[in-house]
């Protein structure tokens, strides 16, 4: 299937998609996105081809629509793991290593709603997540792409400034939590787990989970914590929107 003879390639970064749409261009600092529209009738549906003038919107604008994306992607499934809605959490499920065995930490009351069918891929979308947002924020920073999943990794990538803002944020939330207190002494209390609501120590404990839990069936796979989601989320949104 051949475009129209005026979208001869040119070098510029082009690619094409199967939607409906009409002729329109949008336009983001200096990036220009135009659409162009032309209906093949002889094969009954559209094409369309983009064309794109900056490597720096595929840097930026997707990072951020996908991060929030995969933001209600975990918040949907830990409402399904837990059997509530999130507006009742307490905190978000996290997970610990005990041995060779894991601790679940669950908000609510009633039992019988948990699914735990759903633990795996919370951890694993809630572990991509965090990872998209401290992207976004190094992009922000840096104007650059990282690679790599290791979450305290990426968090000690941050200038100072950002790891006292988040530090700083995520001590606020939970220091007079009567919840996040009592979350941390039964840890301590049940299973001799030291929980710190701390940025850094949450991200190095969490560092591995979307790397993991993917593989959790591996026989060789150590396994990771994962904890403190939605208090470095939201520290992470806060940071961004401040720039």
């Known amino acids: 299937m051949l475009a129209p003879d005026d979208w001869a390639l040119d070098g510029s970064e082009r690619f094409n998609i199967f939607l409906h749409s009409k002729r329109s261009s949008w336009t983001s600092g ?66 610990a290593k005990v041995g060779e065995n894991y601790a679940c930490f669950v ?25 998209l947002k401290l992207k976004q924020l190094l992009m922000v920073e840096n104007n650059d792409n990282v690679r790599g999943h290791n979450l305290g990794s990426l968090y000690k990538s941050l200038s100072s400034e950002s790891k006292t803002f988040i530090s700083l944020h995520v001590l606020k939330r939970t220091s007079d939590s009567t919840d996040h207190r009592t979350i941390a002494e039964a840890a301590k209390n049940s299973f001799n787990l030291e929980l710190k609501w701390e940025a850094e120590f949450l991200l190095e404990k969490s560092a591995y989970a979307f790397e993991r839990w993917r593989y959790l069936h591996e026989k060789n796979n150590k396994g990771s914590w994962f ?11 806060e940071r961004i929107k401040s720039y």
Request: charge should be negative; hydrophobic fraction near 40%.
């Open 227 to 237: 904890a403190g989601y939605i208090e470095v989320y939201n520290a992470l949104d």
């Open 30 to 95: 200096d990036c220009v996105i135009k659409i162009f529209w032309y209906e093949q009738n002889i094969f009954l549906f559209t094409y369309i081809c983009i064309e794109i003038y900056s490597r720096g919107y595929l840097m930026e604008l997707p990072e951020k629509n996908i991060a929030e994306k995969f933001h209600k992607g975990t918040v949907l499934l830990a409402e399904k793991l837990i059997g509530t809605k999130s507006e009742k959490f307490s905190t978000f499920p996290f997970v």
């Open 107 to 131: 908000p609510g009351e009633d039992l019988s709603k948990i699914n735990l069918d759903y633990l795996h891929p919370y951890i694993v979308n809630a572990g991509l997540t965090l990872e």
